[in-house]
């Protein structure tokens, strides 16, 4: 079993910055992809960012140039820098960590609201 807590969320005006932190704990089996996903009320999860274990990323559209993930292998951890945030991206925001291919572990979610 592996165990994510994710931290970092809260409110923010529009064109502000927040930096989301996933650490993953339990047994120390290999971690391969980890991502970002996240879920506005009254839509589906939606993925805004993944990272393999070496390092190469990918991100939705809507987040190219805005937000940053990255990890740290070593501390088994995921990062989401997101700047020049938008009301759009208000959701909850949730980390996930793949063990295989078909396995995946996720957290409880952070809450990210951007508003004036």
């Known amino acids: 079993q592996v165990q994510l807590v994710e931290s970092g969320g809260g409110l923010v005006q529009p064109g502000g910055s927040l930096r989301l932190s996933c650490a993953a704990s339990?047994?120390?089996?290999?971690?391969?992809?980890m991502g970002w996903y996240r879920q506005a009320p009254g839509k589906q999860r939606e993925l805004v960012a993944t990272?393999?274990?070496?390092?190469?990323?990918n991100y939705a559209d809507s987040v190219k140039g805005r937000f940053t993930i990255s990890r740290d292998n070593a501390k088994r951890t995921v990062y989401l820098q997101m700047n020049s945030l938008k009301p759009e991206d208000t959701a909850v925001y949730y980390c996930?960590?793949?063990?295989?291919?078909?396995?995946?572990?996720w957290g409880q979610g952070t809450q990210v609201t951007v508003s004036s």
């Open positions: 339990g047994t120390s089996i290999m971690i391969y992809n």
């Open positions: 990272i393999a274990r070496l390092g190469s990323t």
């Open positions: 996930s960590a793949y063990v295989s291919s078909s396995t995946a572990y």
